[in-house]
């Protein structure tokens, strides 16, 4: 295919698939259950952490999740006592358990409190053209609190060569808009030309078949190749094509 031919291609494939119906069968339908922001963007957060796997596995968990914290997780991370931490007990999906989610709880309240919340600390901390190093930034935030040395694995840092895949998928829910009923749009402050696309076995497999990438490690060298091929597609929303490649990979096995 031409590059124009590619991307009258892909665009068709986001058109497929970003659509309510994408939610019936991704984790992103996890806080798409809430209406206050602080809401959707802690359960978010969350589910994206837990967001490998199995996509049942990580769906059945994730609400789960939110029946332990009394399906209100902003009320639950500002005002939760000892023994709520307790009653986190017994959480466990793959290799997070209930020694890192009391952490993410703890956590997150502290980011609340002391950072002006999750939104606060990205749009603060943003680069120019990248989020790469702002999440990053991130992670020294999230883990300024004392902490077992297992929990941090569970935040990526792409500039230690990760590819960030659930960071940057919970980024694209927070930052992309919501007229399709899909992403949220509620962190106004960062322009959508500076996501990056969630990479992982899907829609790296597919990204390579299409010539879009060519490094065979799904690493942040990889996103930033991939990165720049979709920029070309649309710089100014570039991962709006996570929907075309993940749907080819996972729904057409292309």
């Not at 986001?14 to 206050?36: A, G, R, S």
């Not at 914290?69 to 466990?92: A, I, K, R, W």
């Not at 002006?116 to 930034?137: A, C």
Request: with cysteine.
């Amino acid at each position: 295919m031409t590059k124009s031919e590619l991307k009258i291609f892909l665009d068709e494939k986001v058109f497929e698939y970003n659509k309510p119906e994408f939610l019936e069968t991704d984790p992103i339908q996890i806080p798409h259950l809430f209406t206050q922001k602080e809401d959707i963007e802690i359960s978010a957060f969350l589910t994206a952490t837990i967001a490998w796997g199995n996509r049942k596995s990580i769906i059945n968990n994730s609400h789960k999740l939110m029946e332990k914290m009394g399906q209100s997780p902003y009320d639950f991370v500002l005002n939760h006592t000892d023994d709520d931490l307790e009653n986190l007990s017994g959480f466990v999906h793959r290799t997070f358990n209930e020694i890192d989610l009391r952490y993410f709880i703890r956590s997150l309240k502290n980011i609340y409190n002391k950072h002006n919340g999750l939104e606060g600390i990205f749009t603060t901390l943003q680069d120019k053209n990248s989020l790469q190093p702002t999440i990053s930034k991130f992670k020294k935030i999230f883990f300024e609190l004392p902490y077992e040395q297992r929990t941090t694995k569970h935040v990526s840092d792409p500039l230690k060569g990760s590819a960030a895949k659930r960071i940057n998928m919970f980024l694209r829910w927070m930052v992309r808009d919501a007229t399709t009923n899909v992403d949220f749009g509620i962190w106004k402050g960062i322009p959508t030309s500076k996501l990056s696309c969630p990479l992982d076995v899907h829609s790296g497999n597919v990204a390579r078949k299409l010539g879009l990438l060519k490094r065979k490690q799904n690493d942040a060298k990889a996103l930033a190749e991939l990165d720049k091929s979709l920029r070309k597609l649309d710089p100014l929303d570039p991962v709006k094509y996570d929907f075309a490649l993940f749907g080819l990979g996972v729904f057409e096995k292309f």
